[in-house]
């Protein structure tokens, strides 16, 4: 495995020629490796966005209480959190409310769409831990085989657009004979 630093900068799009549209996140990096290629895996690890410090609803997605009978402040309260006498305590993992996001995270199965290597530039797949600007860690095997690229050369919006209509048009001339 060879580990590659980088930054993350933004979230943008890929239109492929058969009209579908491709997520991707844009990487900066120092000195882009020579070895890392179109089509060929990857897993990021970064920091997640720190949160500070959340309730049970939006930390771990309690429901919350009903807004009716007879409730008067505890409608985003977590409710009961154990026992009585036995076990006389909290078990260990209980969910509660506490500091949220700020771990480090690791994606696996993402892939490396489009390469520019006069900007020190990557695009890979989906969305990226942590904030904008923030460092990455690139893993991936050198010399593994790239497959074929997930998005395939870029399409601009417009030349996009008409193929899709284009496309719909004959769906619908189809349909009615």
């Given amino acids: 495995m060879r580990i590659v630093e980088a930054r ?4 943008s799009q890929i239109f492929r020629e058969d009209g ?10 120092e000195e882009l490796p020579n070895d890392l290629t179109p089509g060929m895996a990857v897993k990021v690890v ?17 429901k919350g209480m009903p807004a009716t009978h007879g409730r008067s402040t505890k409608g985003r309260a977590p409710g009961s959190i ?6 006389g305590r909290v ?3 209980k969910r509660m409310a506490g500091r949220m996001g700020g771990e480090r995270v690791t994606v696996w199965g993402l892939s490396v769409v489009e390469v520019d290597p006069e900007r020190k530039l990557a695009k890979i797949t989906g969305p990226l831990p942590g904030p ?11 010399g593994e085989g790239a497959a074929e690229p997930l998005a395939g050369p870029s399409v601009p919006v417009s030349e996009a657009a008409e193929a899709a209509e284009a496309k719909e048009g004959e769906i619908k001339e189809e349909k009615q004979k």
């Fill in 132 to 142: 904008r600007l923030g460092k990455l860690e690139i893993l991936y095997e050198p």
């Fill in 20 to 29: 579908r549209v491709v997520p991707v996140t844009v990487v900066s990096f």
């Fill in 82 to 87: 154990g026992g009585t006498t036995t076990p």
């Fill in 46 to 62: 970064g920091v997640s966005k720190g949160k500070g410090f959340a309730g049970v609803m939006k930390r771990h997605g309690f």
């Fill in 91 to 93: 078990y260990r993992g």
């Fill in 8 to 11: 993350k900068l933004n979230m």
